[in-house]
């Protein structure tokens, strides 16, 4: 089992800059992507990013690549988002998740809303 905990979100101005975190637990996760994925009102859920727990591999949507970067810190069981120049398209909630698969996870988060707006 896997439990998901994410923290971080809140309003941003457009163009302004949130981090997002998710503390990782449970089983052994050196084969497995945790990432994030993001959910608006009246849409599906889509893929945001991800990254290889026991590795460096990334994967991002093309909406947020060079805009968001995903990275993890092993000793703090955590993954971060650091998302920048933000736009109001970017509201959503926010969903940490990890898989052996990184597009299909197993486990997900709570979820944590993220409003960019004036």
């Known amino acids: 089992q896997v439990l998901l905990v994410e923290s971080g979100g809140g309003m941003a101005q457009p163009g302004g800059s949130l981090r997002l975190s998710c503390i990782v637990s449970?089983?052994?996760?050196?084969?497995?992507?945790v990432g994030w994925f993001r959910q608006a009102p009246g849409t599906e859920r889509e893929f945001v990013a991800t990254?290889?727990?026991?590795?460096?591999?990334?994967s991002y949507a093309r909406s947020v690549l060079r805009r968001f970067t995903v990275s993890k810190d092993n000793d703090k069981s955590t993954v971060y988002l650091q998302m920048n120049r933000l736009k109001p398209e970017d509201t959503a909630l926010y969903f940490c998740a990890a898989g052996t698969n990184m597009h299909y996870p197993d486990y997900w988060g709570q979820g944590i809303q993220v409003t960019v707006g004036e």
């Open positions: 990254i290889l727990y026991g590795g460096t591999r990334t």
């Open positions: 449970g089983r052994s996760l050196s084969n497995y992507y």
